[in-house]
């Protein structure tokens, strides 16, 4: 069953409030997989190797997940082969996941990074709530068809950093989620799909934080490991939107292969700054990302695949997985994951208050 037809299923829609939008979907889907698993930091530092390889300081700070390939010039090559560990809840995914920082700017114009927290539980696994500070990844096969995994050297990149305005029509790519209470209050409905979901950041205070949710396109020219904008060799559906309710969207002719649909989820902590007597005294939006945007349409994301073998595909030809477990695939505890890191290279302030966003004139 396609995801367009569940979704419109007026029963998804009123799930009993116990029930989550995956376990709804989980019970109805039979061969859909759904992989959906934490990643804990590896490291926070101004490095961007896709977009600005080699160069040391990048020009805005990021959070990376995932293995401890990761470095400044990983400009070309399979990851798979020079990481060590990871701290993705799959052992055999030495992916790199990054997306930018989130700042909090105080009434005074000083700046303070937003901690994360990690995601809501929906499989009772510890790769969702014990990753605080890390990136909840999916990656979804949608069923009937072949879905393909990415291949040994793939990457690529989704938003914009300069981009202020909003997409036109209903493709929501990026979206975000003001949780309305503690314990990620307000999670029910599927991401940047329904009507909770704004495509700019919130406006107003959010009592359990704001979560960040990223969609990749679905679609490969089935030839590319990259592009020189690390974008036009991906392509999403030629139908629908650009959420899971395109899954079972057609593909356009120049981007044949259906590729996973790879999604992050990154929740910020925004709650200690909710006092509104410390928010900018002209009204502004306080949150800032790391490339000096209060707006979120800029919200960007970088991935450069290293699943060893076809440690992926596997997942994607499975039936039925659901979260951070999948019959044979490797997995590793939590534990296990956390030990993994990469050195921090450029040495800045991370957890006080600062002047000014690292690297950014405004
Ligand atoms: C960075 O990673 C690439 C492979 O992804 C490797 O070839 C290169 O040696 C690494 N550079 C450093 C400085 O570790
Ligand atoms: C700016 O405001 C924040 C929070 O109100 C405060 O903690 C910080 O010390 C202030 N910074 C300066 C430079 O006054
Ligand atoms: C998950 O975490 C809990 C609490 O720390 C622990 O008791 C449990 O053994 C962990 N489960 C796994 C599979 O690591
Ligand atoms: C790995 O997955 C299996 C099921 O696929 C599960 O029984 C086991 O608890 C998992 N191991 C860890 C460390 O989470």
Known sequence: M???????LPALAAAAPTESWLESVSKRQGSTTMLRFGCAQVVIDRLDPLVNPGLLPSPH???????NGFNASMTTGDVSTTATCTTCAFSKDFSN??????YFKARNGSYKRVKQLGAANQFSDNFSTQIGGGVLVYYVSAQPGKITAFKPGFRMLVGDPNKRTADGGNKMQNCYRCYTGPNFGGDTAAPCAGSIDTPGLPKDVCKGGIRSNILFPTCWDGVNLDSPDHK??????????????????????????????LMYEVVWDTTPFNNKAEWPADGSQPFYFSYGDNTGFGQHADYVFGWQGNELQKGMDASGCMGAKCKDM??????????CSVSVKVHEERDNWIDKLPGVEM
């Open 232 to 261: 036009s060799h991906v392509a999403y559906p030629s139908t629908g939107a650009a959420n899971f309710l395109s899954l079972g969207g057609s593909c356009p002719s120049t981007h044949p292969v259906r590729i996973p649909q």
């Open 2 to 8: 396609l995801w367009s037809t569940l979704l419109a």
């Open 97 to 102: 996941y990054w997306t930018a920082n989130l």
């Open 61 to 67: 700070t990021h959070q990376i997940v995932g293995g």
């Open 330 to 339: 490797s997995n590793q505890s939590i534990d296990n994951a956390k030990k």
